[in-house]
């Protein structure tokens, strides 16, 4: 018995010097082992990063599994599908069976809902044009100095179209137009388009649309298409974010050369500025914008619009 006692012992005064040793050499955090290697002792992240909120549905917001073509979006033509008296200016451009033009109501004010999918064009040939619901407003055919259209409003934007690649995702928002002479591109072509990238979030919203990103896509001779295109980014916005828009077309003094003009299309988006000059503005024989949500390559776009004025020279 005695002789057990005494090894316990010894062992116990063993242990202590090993314990004494091991902290006696700690110093700021560091550590040694028996081979002298330097080791960090972990510490706990004083400032973690917090786990972000879950992304708000917005009260009008289409949620969940959809279908491409429903009862209630179904259509005849292009124009027969408005409401009698609509709060947004503009006629109606509806080629989608997903849904028709409606208004929500929130805090008073009351926007204009357009809402598209994947392959919901029920009017052009299939495989041919992208969806839309869109709102044309008259061009403006004054191609001397001082002729315009402008456009102004707030938009919302809850969904953009993602078809899994960057160059394919995206919906627009709005686009100038205008027609020209000397032929080339599309007979109605689009001078620059407002496009919607969706950004993902991350933790709990890693699979959520929680921003977008809006570029300039901007023809760089008249008619452009494709590689007749340039696509710059202008902003980031957030998801239901109220973002007052501006977008103005028309013509303007040259003041490097009296003689010559120059047709603009002008951007004002969140207080931001974004001009840019058409090329061959002798060319140019209307100005024009149409707004709503157009291109949806994959799954669903929601777009919404308030407070729009629209007036021309």
């Known amino acids: 018995m005695k002789k057990s006692k005494f090894i316990y012992k010894v062992l116990s005064i063993l242990s202590l010097m090993v314990f004494v040793s091991f902290f006696s050499c700690t110093k700021d955090g560091l550590g040694y082992s028996e081979e002298n290697i330097v080791y960090k002792i972990p510490e706990p992240d004083p400032d973690p990063e917090p786990e972000p909120d879950p992304v708000v549905i917005a009260s009008d917001e289409d949620t969940g599994a959809y279908t491409t073509?429903?009862?209630?979006?179904e259509n005849t033509t292009r124009t027969s599908h408005d409401l009698a008296d609509p709060v947004n200016v503009g006629t109606i451009d509806d080629r989608s069976c997903y849904a028709n033009y409606k208004e929500s109501i929130i805090d008073g004010v009351t926007w204009g809902i357009y809402n598209i999918t994947d392959g919901s064009n029920n009017q052009d040939a299939p495989g041919t044009l992208q969806p839309r619901i869109e709102r044309s407003l008259s061009r403006s055919s004054n191609t001397s100095v001082g002729g315009f259209a402008k456009f102004t409003g707030t938009f919302r934007i809850l969904e953009v179209g993602d078809a899994g690649s960057d160059g394919q995702n995206g919906t627009y928002i709005a686009q100038a137009k205008g027609k020209h002479t000397g032929g080339g591109g599309s007979?109605?072509?689009?001078?620059?388009?407002?496009?919607?990238?969706?950004?993902?979030?991350?933790?709990?919203?890693?699979?959520?649309?929680?921003?977008?990103?809006?570029?300039?896509?901007?023809?760089?001779?008249?008619?452009?298409?494709?590689?007749?295109?340039?696509?710059?980014?202008?902003?980031?916005v957030n998801k239901n974010e109220e973002v007052d828009f501006e977008l103005e077309v028309g013509f303007k003094a040259d003041p490097s050369d009296a003689t010559k003009k120059i047709h603009?299309?002008?951007?004002?988006?969140?207080?931001?500025?974004?001009?840019?000059?058409?090329?061959?503005?002798?060319?140019?024989?209307e100005s024009g914008v149409r707004y709503g949500a157009y291109r949806v390559k994959g799954g669903r776009a929601q777009i919404r619009w308030a407070n729009t004025m629209y007036n021309k020279a």
């Open 69 to 73: 073509c429903n009862p209630d979006g």
């Open 187 to 236: 007979n109605d072509p689009a001078i620059c388009l407002y496009l919607a990238k969706p950004v993902y979030g991350t933790g709990v919203n890693a699979n959520n649309q929680v921003a977008f990103d809006i570029y300039a896509e901007r023809i760089l001779e008249r008619g452009g298409e494709g590689s007749g295109r340039e696509v710059v980014l202008l902003k980031r």
């Open 264 to 285: 603009y299309c002008d951007a004002i988006i969140g207080g931001e500025a974004f001009n840019f000059n058409i090329p061959d503005p002798d060319r140019g024989i």
